[in-house]
């Protein structure tokens, strides 16, 4: 046996990792090979008595439950070893002997410094690869969609992942098909096995799987999408909406908890009401259950066929509960021994996936066991080999590493401007400009889908902006979702990747929050975390501003902190034409676009333009001069471009030329228009809607500190709002908004500086 590769431990030991590597050396599992390549004495279970088997004790993995339960919605044949071809099941024990020897490889090569973090399957290897035998993994429509947590490695190489491609993830090496080291590893994201690239947050991945799941509904598809997770992750809010809308509309979606009882050292009984998420999943009508001892690779092929063949047929969502053990500390991070017990380490030990397996293919003289060690041995040689292989590939090159935040090509709109709107077209107000913009577009391109709380049928949206789509485009193109914005936003995850174009409407700005760990960790890094694999072009709609007496939670302002998101791009259109055209281009962007519509502009007599024509498409990051001036320039967007063009009508009366400059988006930010301007002018107002203190109006101040200072003949002004909430009544509003009033009093004293 090949064993060169594990030979520098001892020079190595005193390396920070050493702990982690260590401890999984001293809990690796019976019957596996050690790191240092010899195999450790094997406990069968033919030695185990079959009630210790099967619940163990303490918080021992498997609890006394039959080795498969269900709701008795799903008709389950049990397999046996007479159900498979042999060759078939010989594959399936050498790939989760593969799962688990790079587990103990990488462990160790945390433990030779050569890796940074570890995230073991080791335990979870038979329930994926039984989930596996019945999926279709490619890439693009037409084949099953993949939505996994960290512990899917033996999931992602039954698929079709390779020992290298794993390693080269785990050193974080520039061709790592993942992330070309951008993420950590176990964050897979394999394009070409339908793999959405994984995010860190806990629970992410379920309504973005939903997302799939619609998606294949829409094209009539027989696929489903497989959304995996451990036990912790159910105690999430992403669960539970996920399971609600998925089961409303019967979407194609296995949920697999990998439940190893522990979400990092909180057992299952501090964490879960019923001690299971079996129970949890019980009061969703229209969502099978499975519940099923996944140490045992034929109850879970038995479960998997069933629950695959349940939603490929049309019959809607399974929640499938896989009772596994966690055989390694939760990441190289941990040490278990602090919370678990030399007893419940080895209960679980003694219900080990992979000898059960073994023993089962002995038994049936599948196989025998020279074949087993042999295979083992083989298995051990491709590890070392591969990461022999890996350690000498290129790392990523620095100047790289701010490649795909955007989407770097080109987008092939041919821009439209202002002249090319007819001055005695027929009035537009904004509200008007966007619901043409989306029935337009929605005529274009029927991949295009427009949904959110009450966008559907008569009502149109509480401001009426997608008024008449229903009826136009029917009630698959344009339809409601519950009450729950990050469910909103995470399924559009999943078609936005899937190749449809969602625009999602958040009924006001203040309501955006709940949608926060889609927008900042799964929407707006996609294309980055994934090296510019994976896309989700989307566009989120969203009601701001103040102005309209709407207290605290109708009024916010909400620009500064999503300008500040890397890969989420930002408009604010103060016109009915630049709402039109900046919509256009939003939806036939490849980035996804927060698109902020002030609500006291929707029908404000002074954003109020001629009708723009039909597919009219406005350029992001350039800005547009509303007002031309020679002695002081007014930055400013949204509601506040309207009063800033009031100031400079009345400081035009008392002999100041003003220019105004309109960003219309802020990211991308136009800083060459700002910058021209305040060099033409010598002096600059910033205005803007949000709190002052750490508001965007400060990096536009920033920046023209850094690049024009020379050119400034008085202090950059700012006006904005104070810090504080909106309150409802109308004195207090007044009190803490930008006001004409106040804008006026500004400039006026920059003139006279």
């Known amino acids: 046996m090949q064993n060169t590769n594990d030979s ?26 050690s790191a240092d390549g010899e195999a450790a004495e094997k406990t069968t279970e033919e030695q ?31 397999l046996t070893t007479a159900d498979f071809d042999p060759d078939d099941l010989r594959h399936r024990l050498r790939t989760m002997m593969l799962s688990r020897r790079l587990d103990e490889k990488m462990m160790t090569l945390l433990k030779q410094g050569k890796g940074h973090f570890h995230i073991g399957c080791a335990g979870h290897e038979a329930v994926q690869s039984a989930i596996s035998r019945y999926s279709r993994p490619g890439e693009g429509p037409g084949h099953d969609w993949f939505c996994f947590y960290y512990r899917d490695l033996c999931m992602a190489l039954s698929l079709g992942m390779t020992p290298r491609e794993a390693l080269l993830a785990h050193l974080a090496k520039a061709d790592d098909p993942n992330s070309g080291g951008r993420q950590m590893p176990e964050h897979f994201g394999l394009k070409h096995l339908n793999v959405m690239t994984t995010a860190s947050s806990v629970g992410a991945q379920f309504n973005p799987g939903v997302g799939f799941g619609f998606a294949i509904q829409q094209r009539e598809e027989n696929n489903y999408v497989y959304i995996s997770c451990g036990d912790g992750a159910t105690s999430q809010g992403d669960f539970h909406e996920a399971l609600n809308w998925a089961a409303r509309e019967q979407a194609p979606a296995l949920f697999l908890v990998q439940d190893n009882k522990y979400a990092i050292s909180v057992p299952i009984d501090e964490q879960t009401a019923g001690g299971t998420p079996y129970k949890l999943a019980a009061g969703y009508e229209g969502l099978s259950r499975m519940r099923v001892d996944g140490t045992d690779f034929f109850a879970s092929a038995s479960a998997a066929q069933a629950a695959i063949q349940h939603i490929r047929d049309g019959n809607g969502p399974v929640c499938l509960v896989a009772d596994v053990v966690r055989l390694l500390p939760h990441s190289s991070s941990d040490d278990h021994t602090k919370y678990r017990t030399p007893d419940e380490l080895e209960a679980d030990r003694k219900i080990d996936p992979i000898a059960r397996l073994e023993k089962r293919l002995v038994d049936a003289d599948l196989v025998t066991e020279d074949e087993v060690e042999a295979m083992r041995s083989e298995v051990h040689e491709e590890v070392d080999e591969a990461a022999e292989w890996a350690k000498q590939q290129d790392d990523p090159v620095p100047e790289t590493a701010t490649d795909h935040v955007f989407f770097e090509g080109d987008l092939d709109i041919d821009y439209n401007s202002e002249a090319d709107i007819d001055a005695d077209a027929e009035p537009m107000v904004m509200v008007d400009a966007i619901n043409r913009t989306l029935k337009e577009e929605m005529a274009r391109d029927e991949s295009i889908i427009v949904y959110g709380e009450d966008v559907a049928g008569d009502k149109g949206g509480v401001f009426t902006a997608t008024k008449e789509l229903t009826a136009e485009f029917g009630k698959d193109r344009c339809f409601n979702s519950p009450l729950a914005e990050g469910s909103i936003v995470g399924t559009a995850v999943g078609y936005a990747a899937s190749g449809f174009t969602p625009v999602v409407e958040i009924q006001f700005a203040d309501y955006i929050w709940p949608a ?26 969203v009601p701001c501003g103040g102005y309209i007496h709407g207290g605290l939670c109708h009024s916010q302002n909400i620009e500064s902190i999503f300008g500040h998101t890397p890969g989420l791009k930002v408009a604010l259109p103060s016109t009915a034409a630049d709402a039109k055209g900046l919509l256009a281009t939003a939806i036939r962007s490849e980035d996804p676009v927060l698109f902020l519509e002030h609500k006291a502009l929707y029908r404000a007599a002074s954003a109020r333009t001629p009708t723009p024509p039909e597919h009219y498409t406005l350029p992001f990051g350039e800005a547009r001069i509303a007002r031309e001036g020679s002695d002081m320039t007014i930055v400013t967007y949204g509601m506040m471009t309207q009063k800033s063009l009031n100031a400079a009508k009345e400081l035009e009366d008392e002999g100041v030329d003003v220019e105004v400059v309109d960003l219309r988006t802020i990211m991308p930010l136009d800083s060459e228009t700002i910058l021209e301007s305040v060099k033409k002018t010598n002096r600059v107002l910033v205005v803007y809607e949000d709190h002052e203190f750490i508001g965007f109006g400060a990096e536009i101040c920033a920046r023209i500190g850094d690049d024009a200072f020379k050119h400034l003949d008085a202090p950059i002004r700012r006006v904005a709002g104070d810090f504080s909430p909106i309150p409802f009544a109308h004195s207090l509003e007044r009190a803490v908004l930008p006001s004409d009033e106040g804008i006026l009093e500004a400039a006026r004293d920059l003139a006279a500086f």
């Open 8 to 33: 520098d431990l001892d020079a190595e030991a005193s390396s920070p990792d050493s702990t982690a590597a260590d401890a999984a050396e001293a809990n690796a599992p019976d019957g596996a090979p």
């Open 48 to 78: 185990i008595p079959v009630d210790d088997l099967m619940h163990g004790d303490g918080h021992a993995a498997i609890p006394q439950i039959p080795s498969i339960e269900s709701d008795g919605s799903i008709e389950i044949d049990e």
């Open 516 to 541: 926060m760990q889609q927008l900042r960790n799964q929407v707006a890094p996609f294309r980055y975390r994934s090296n510019g694999d994976w896309s989700c072009p989307m566009v989120i709609r």
